[in-house]
């Protein structure tokens, strides 16, 4: 199950140097000039997770796979992107096959960085991309608004959901606001399969980072203190990092370097530790592990799903052929020292079709098929 997060804004505000710093390549072309980066990069990263540390430290297996998140560097994007201009066309092709969408926001300023709009203001750098996105979902659904009201008309089923869904979106476009503030409620099934369908890029969850100069990489500063304003207005999330300092920390080698390194300047973790948490949290994303003497690994599911679900992540016959789910709370298994001691201590359950999987289970599935 991959889930991948698309890296926009305008040019010049750090995305390929983030890019590169996150995935660790150097993939992504980090120039300074606008599009460098033509076609998009994509990487993916081991998400970090104390838990599968501990885990690999109790069962010691031969072999540990952590879970992974995609990165995708997407072109810069300019005004008129939704007519076209610049690589207007191909950004929003891109952007449409992401999950989640990464706004990289430039809150430094830098004489020798040139800025696509002249100044450095990160609000009406986020209004340029939004607004381009506003436009071209409107468009998109005007153009099937009125096919579907005449179907609807004639008594076509799903263009009543259709048309019931796409009013208060184009509403909400026409009056600045993304189609994630006007989405259906998650009881109606109906509708919310007719809000994905459309495909809409406003309708994708955001996160703000605000890249920040190395001085201001603890605790921010105005430029981003105003994104972080913002956010808490739309109930989005925001963090701050140093795309610069993430590099340097991309090329140390151990991670007690890495500490160190952080640490001198009064940082406790990586942004990319920050961006992969609140990723995970964007996209309602939680892990389960398996974990024997051959291997220990971390599994993603979306929150809510039930153990067939989860099963059917490591192979579709799991889910198929379903019979139950061992299970042991993460808490549990790491408190009385593994699997063995847990299932001496009666915290071992049985669970069956009908169980919601819980962040940090230990799970080893039962099948037949």
């Known amino acids: 199950m991959g889930f991948n ?12 140097t983030l890019f590169n710093a996150l995935t660790q390549t150097i993939a992504a072309q980090a120039a300074n000039f606008p599009f460098c980066t033509i076609e998009p990069n994509t990487g993916r990263v081991a998400v970090p997770d104390k838990r599968l540390d501990k885990l690999v430290e109790l069962v010691k297996p ?9 990165f995708v560097d997407i072109a810069g994007l300019v005004k008129g992107a939704s007519k076209g201009e610049g690589l207007g066309n191909q950004f929003l092709a891109n952007i449409r096959e992401v999950d989640a969408i990464i706004h990289v926001l430039r809150c430094f300023e830098n004489e020798n960085i040139t800025h696509v709009e002249g100044s450095v203001d990160p609000i009406r750098d986020a209004e340029i991309v939004e607004t381009e996105l506003m436009i071209a979902d409107l468009e998109s659904l005007e153009k099937r608004f009125d096919q579907a009201q005449k179907k609807a008309k004639g008594g076509d089923k799903e263009a009543i959901v259709n048309v019931s869904v796409m ?11 993304p189609a994630r503030t006007a989405a259906p409620d998650a009881s109606n099934k109906d509708a919310c399969k007719a809000y994905k369908m459309l495909q809409l890029l406003t309708s994708k969850p955001v996160l703000y980072v605000c890249n920040v100069d190395e001085e201001s990489a603890a605790s921010g500063n105005e430029f981003s203190k105003k994104v972080f304003e913002k956010a808490a207005q739309e109930g989005a999330r925001a963090v701050i990092i140093s795309a ?6 991309a090329q140390l080698e151990s991670e007690d370097e890495k500490k160190e390194f952080l640490a001198s300047l009064g940082l406790e973790e990586t942004g990319l530790t920050k961006i992969i948490r609140e990723g995970y949290n964007l996209l309602g994303l939680q892990t389960y592990f398996t974990a024997g003497p051959k291997e220990v690994r ?3 599911f979306l929150k809510g799903s039930k153990a067939p679900q989860c099963a059917g992540i490591i192979h579709s016959d799991f889910e198929r052929g379903f019979i139950r789910a061992e299970t042991i709370s993460y808490d549990d298994y790491v408190k009385l020292g593994g699997e063995q001691a847990c299932k001496e201590a009666g915290k071992m359950r049985s669970e069956g079709k009908d169980y919601v999987v819980q962040d940090g289970d230990l799970l080893n599935f039962l099948f037949n098929v």
Not at 5 to 16: A, E, F, T, W
């Open 62 to 70: 031969k072999n540990v796979v952590p879970t992974q998140l995609e």
């Open 298 to 300: 971390a599994w993603t």
């Open 244 to 249: 610069e300092i993430e590099s340097e920390v």
């Open 167 to 177: 009013t208060p979106i184009i509403e909400a476009l026409k009056s600045g606001k």
């Open 5 to 16: 997060c698309g890296i926009v804004g305008l040019p010049n505000v750090g995305k390929s």
